[in-house]
């Protein structure tokens, strides 16, 4: 679950960026690591914020 690809994204990561909210929830529900940075040192967290996933960022926060 905590697999990370070449730019040092797991799935929480994707999920994140790609606004998928009940894929977060899956994943946090199975101990997906959110304290986990890409190479460029961002969390899953911060790439939902970025995108404007606010649903996302609360539901990440509450689960940190």
Known sequence: ????NDVG???I?????YGQFE??????EHNARLDTPDKQG???IQLAKEK???EIVS???AAM
């Not at 679950?1 to 990370?4: A, G, P, R, V």
């Open 42 to 44: 961002c969390l899953p």
């Open 52 to 54: 404007g996933y606010h």
């Open 59 to 61: 539901y990440l926060q």
């Open 13 to 17: 990561h994707k999920a994140a960026w």
């Open 9 to 11: 994204h797991g799935a």
């Open 23 to 28: 894929a977060c929830k899956m994943l946090v």
């Open 1 to 4: 679950i905590d697999f990370q």
